[in-house]
């Protein structure tokens, strides 16, 4: 349990307590403490501010002082939300650091810290939560006008609240509500996240003798002779495996799900539902006193004789070579000494085996943390990591923002990736640097995974800033896939295409269904077509709000922008030049998807994209029906590289390999080399070799040639040649300032001026202003400005303090009128 020296003060004592508010202001907020609340303020704690003529905000408190604010008159605070700090001193620290290092204000960092229940403002919306029977007798007098004002009016903000009990603050109410379980704060309107439950087979303890099993055979050969063959077909699997799911026997028994049902009626069977992992694992690799490799073992050696002089070490491993098993083993260690561990994922929805693995090992101690809760499990999850019931957080990028009070490691698995990387709003932070400097404010030893290192950590590790350790072969012995590269310029030549698919793909992808495997198929780009095009005056359907043009879904029959959502119907005449000739330009996965059915019609193929796993349980059902083999061929997006550990997956193609590798990005072939990889890498990961085959107008290219011979070092080296050349990270640091504006013509000259301001500090370190790829995004035009700088500590600090200063200056100018000025630090 978190512990905080809490300064008592006198009941005369003037008292002012600086509060972060939940708002994007340049500096924290002074306000006057009542006489009566002098012993309950504490830094951390929340409380409840007015700010502004009538808005009602919930602030925490960052310090206590006894210095009126010089320029202004203090108003007194309302209330104090807590009995003890939600937010320990720490955390504050770290808000600071992300506020400072980011460019953005300390209220951003707040909002993004805390779960939209902590945080409650006139504009909040409160619901009543229909999953529970309220007892209305139990209620005070307020507590049952809130609730009957809720059941006639389904949505009230706090505000609305404020004025039917006719006070000016209801916060304590709503708190004691929530607490209560009556109330939801509708704020966060993301999916709960749910479990995945599977149906398991048991036979009844009473025919494990073998005559009660003699004299039941009889009797259902005769009467239910597939009932009979079910329970032949179970004594048969329960030979070599633990555990029998529902689905399983139905498959190999061939008795179908009514004979299994009767069964289980008879309590012959035993039926029980249990949470599972989302994804395949043997079971082998994970029963509880699971050995280690020797080169696992001499990897687990090298990170902690590393740990002993770095705080952070790199641990960089082969798809499939066993780098949970060395987290487990490393969380273990640090569990027994007392300490807390925080074990950060990319994708919380595809490592749910992760999850479950862990909870075998930690149970209860163990939480999970991420967008997919709501938000009353995620204050729950708040409050327990808060006391300490804790002792393993896993979770996405959000859970660095957690009131650990021990931490002792951090994990960052795949830190390549740039789900770690918050777009928007601000705090534009990265997880894996922000949870670098959290490592460092508790003395906590931070270790970075990954087959495909981002640049950056690779860096750090060769000039021995971090540690390094190295897992260069696949868990059990399992070879890399074998990769074949074919020419789409050949095939064109030879006439063998068929549609978007090469001869060689065809051949392994037919050659895999007939041995009853699994083929995932990746195009990096969703819908149906990217571009509709005119075939007489090439007019191309734009986006009435972006610079971009439309693409096709087959889907909704509609043209959709991916940037803003703007729908409109699919053209059959074109609107410029009045003719019936329009043609569909390039291909997404729908397209994929849509032209494989008819090549071959009678194999179950599935997409997944971000189109069809936006609906509730969707990706779940995806990943299920793969893992059940209800799936024959999965097309998707970047998704599939994400995690996805399948043991039948034995062919993946690539449909397009220049996409990635033709992108105008200096970041471009390190990118490309990581999804490749990381897709090759799904392919034969339980005890068969796979076959990767990669399509590509350019198969002379040297990426791919990489990815081929598996040669990270030799792309790592030669990039690093470029990168150092033309000043970019690893060796420089880049900071990115977006302009934005209604008017382009105003957007020109805010973005000249703010330039040439920042150039008369920094020189040549200033690149643009320049129009960015999609230079118009919802009706905002935009201008980008790049500042490069040499990786000197206090040389950065220094220029994040006068563009600070520049941006502040310029939006005193009746000039800045209008604009949208965004800092974006690391850009990725």
């Not at 179908?256 to 082998?284: H, M, P, Q, T």
């Amino acid at each position: 349990m978190l512990e905080f020296a809490e300064i008592k003060h006198t009941d005369r004592e003037t008292l002012f307590v600086e509060v972060i508010l939940p708002l994007a202001i340049a500096k924290n907020y002074t306000y006057r403490v009542p006489f009566q609340l002098n012993n309950t303020v504490a830094i951390g704690k929340r409380v409840v501010v007015q700010f502004g003529k009538s808005k009602m905000y919930t602030a925490i408190i960052a310090s206590i002082g006894s210095k009126a604010p010089d320029k202004y008159e203090a108003k007194y605070i309302l209330d104090i939300l807590d009995d003890r700090p939600v937010v320990s001193e720490k955390q504050l620290q770290f808000w600071q650091w992300l506020s400072d290092y980011y460019l953005c204000y300390m209220g951003e960092v707040m909002n993004a810290a805390l779960p939209s229940a902590l945080k409650l403002a006139s504009e909040t919306k409160i619901t009543l939560n229909k999953d529970i029977t309220i007892n209305k007798l139990s209620l005070h007098d307020k507590e049952y006008l809130i609730v009957e004002a809720l059941e006639m009016q389904p949505e009230l903000t706090v505000g609305d609240i404020a004025k039917l009990l006719g006070q000016k603050t209801v916060m304590p109410i709503l708190k004691l509500m929530f607490e209560k379980n009556i109330i939801n704060i509708s704020e966060e309107v993301s999916e709960r996240y749910k479990p995945r439950k599977k149906t398991f087979i048991t036979l009844n303890p009473i025919y494990h003798d073998r005559e009660n099993l003699r004299e039941l055979f009889p009797i259902l050969e005769r009467r239910a002779p597939k009932q009979a063959d079910a329970l032949l077909v179970y004594i048969k699997l329960a030979r070599h495996q633990k555990n029998i799911s529902k689905n399983e026997l139905i498959e190999e028994s061939g008795a179908g799900d009514g004979s299994i049902k009767s069964l289980i009626e008879k309590e012959i069977f035993f039926a029980e539902e249990r949470n599972v992992s989302r994804l395949y694992f043997d079971e082998d690799e994970f029963s509880d006193d699971f050995q280690l490799s020797d080169s696992q073992q001499q990897a687990l050696g090298e990170i902690k004789d590393q740990f002993k002089e770095k705080d952070v070490v790199l641990l960089h491993g082969v798809t499939s070579s066993g780098k949970t098993q060395l987290y487990i083993r490393l969380i273990e260690d640090v569990i027994n000494s007392g300490k807390q561990v925080l074990y950060l994922l990319p994708e919380i929805a595809l490592t749910t085996h992760i999850i479950e693995r862990l909870r075998q090992y930690f149970g209860s101690n163990i939480g999970v943390y991420h967008s997919r809760f709501n938000d009353n499990e995620r204050v729950e999850v708040w409050q327990k990591v808060l006391n300490h019931e804790y002792k393993v957080v896993l979770g996405a990028r959000s859970s660095v923002f957690l009131p650990f009070s021990d931490l002792g490691l951090i994990i960052v698995d795949e830190e390549h990736e740039t789900s770690y990387k918050q777009f928007d709003p601000a705090p534009r932070y990265n997880a894996r640097d922000a949870a670098i400097y959290l490592g460092n404010t508790y003395n906590a030893k931070v270790l970075l995974g990954s087959a495909t290192p981002s640049f950056e950590s690779y860096y750090n590790a060769r000039t021995h800033k971090y540690g390094l350790a190295e897992l260069a072969e696949r868990f059990g012995g399992v070879e890399l896939p074998k990769t074949e590269v074919v020419s789409i310029v050949e095939e064109l030549k030879k006439k063998t295409m068929q549609s978007h698919f090469t001869s060689v793909l065809m051949e392994d992808i037919q050659a895999a269904l007939a041995n009853k495997e699994q083929v995932i198929l990746f195009q990096n780009r969703r819908g149906y077509a990217p571009i509709l095009m005119c075939r007489v005056c090439a007019y191309t359907p734009k986006c009435v709000n972006c610079d971009v043009s439309l693409t096709y879904h087959k889907s909704s029959g509609m043209l959709h922008c991916h940037y803003c959502g703007y729908k409109e119907e699919t053209p059959s005449i074109c609107p410029a030049c009045g003719s019936t000739h329009l043609e569909y330009k390039g291909f997404g996965t729908e397209k994929v998807e849509d032209e494989l059915s008819v090549l071959l019609p009678e194999v179950r193929i599935a997409r997944m994209d971000l189109d069809t796993t936006r609906s509730k349980n969707s990706l779940q059902n995806i990943l299920n029906g793969l893992e059940e083999k209800k799936i024959d061929v999965l097309v998707g997006t970047q998704m599939v590289a994400k995690g996805l550990d399948f043991s039948d997956v034995t062919v993946i193609g690539i449909i397009n390999a220049d996409s990635l590798l033709k992108y105008p990005d200096y970041r471009a072939n390190e990118r490309s080399f990581q999804m490749l990889a990381q897709v090759s890498g799904r392919a034969g990961r339980r005890g068969k070799q796979g076959k990767v085959v990669i399509q590509t107008y350019d198969p002379n290219h040297r990426v791919i040639k990489q990815v081929i011979e598996n040669d990270y070092k030799n792309l790592y080296l030669t990039e690093m040649e470029e990168r150092k050349s033309f000043k970019y990270p690893p060796f420089y640091r880049i900071i990115n300032l977006d302009i934005k504006h209604k008017n382009p013509d105003v957007l020109y000259n805010q973005a000249e001026y703010l330039a040439t301001e920042l150039r008369k500090n920094f020189g040549d370190r200033v690149v643009g202003p320049e129009s960015p790829l999609v230079s118009r995004i919802r009706n905002y035009y935009i201008k980008s400005i790049m500042l490069k700088f040499e990786r000197d500590v206090d040389s950065i600090n220094r220029a994040k303090t006068i563009i600070k200063d520049t941006i502040t200056q310029f939006q005193t100018t009746k000039l800045s009128k209008g604009s949208i000025v965004q800092a974006d630090v690391d850009p990725i």
